[in-house]
């Protein structure tokens, strides 16, 4: 019974593992790095103003969130702050579409109950903030 325990825990933090690195790369290569490179290239924004702060800050926040967080996230590095971010982006993002009906939203509440469930999570055993910051090591 002992050495079941041990193995579901090293599931467990397995499986943390693989939903952080899918859930980073997944977001990161479909809209991050599309964000990230307009920025860096001096490309004109075109975006909407879901939050009322105007095109561009909104541009800029949704790329550092699907950007930076979603590669803070695959490294396990602040995660559960960088998944805080993640989750916030997607419930504006539910906002925004929430009107245009289940087929829209599917994917959306995926993505926002994944960053969810990582916040409480955290980064687990394989993560740069265990590593960084587990003071029982």
């Known amino acids: 019974m ?12 397995f499986s ?6 899918v859930a980073g790369f997944v977001l990161l290569y479909g809209h991050g790095f ?12 075109k975006f909407f103003d879901p939050i009322g702060i105007g095109a561009n800050p909104s541009f800029y926040l949704a790329a550092f969130a699907e ?10 590095l602040f995660t559960r702050y ?3 971010v993640l989750a916030i982006n997607f419930l ?14 599917e994917l959306i509440s995926l993505y926002l109950f994944t960053y969810i469930a990582i916040v409480f999570a955290g980064g687990g055993k394989y993560s740069l903030d265990n590593l960084l910051f587990n003071k029982k090591r």
């Open 16 to 21: 943390i593992l693989i939903l952080r690195l």
């Open 34 to 45: 599309g964000k990230l490179s307009t920025i860096f290239t001096g490309q004109e924004i």
């Open 67 to 76: 950007g930076i967080c979603a590669i803070l996230l695959m490294l396990g």
């Open 92 to 105: 504006v993002i539910f906002k925004v579409h929430f009107k245009d009906g289940y087929e829209a939203l």
């Open 82 to 84: 960088a998944a805080i």
């Open 2 to 13: 002992i050495t079941l325990n041990k193995d579901w825990k090293a599931g467990k933090e």
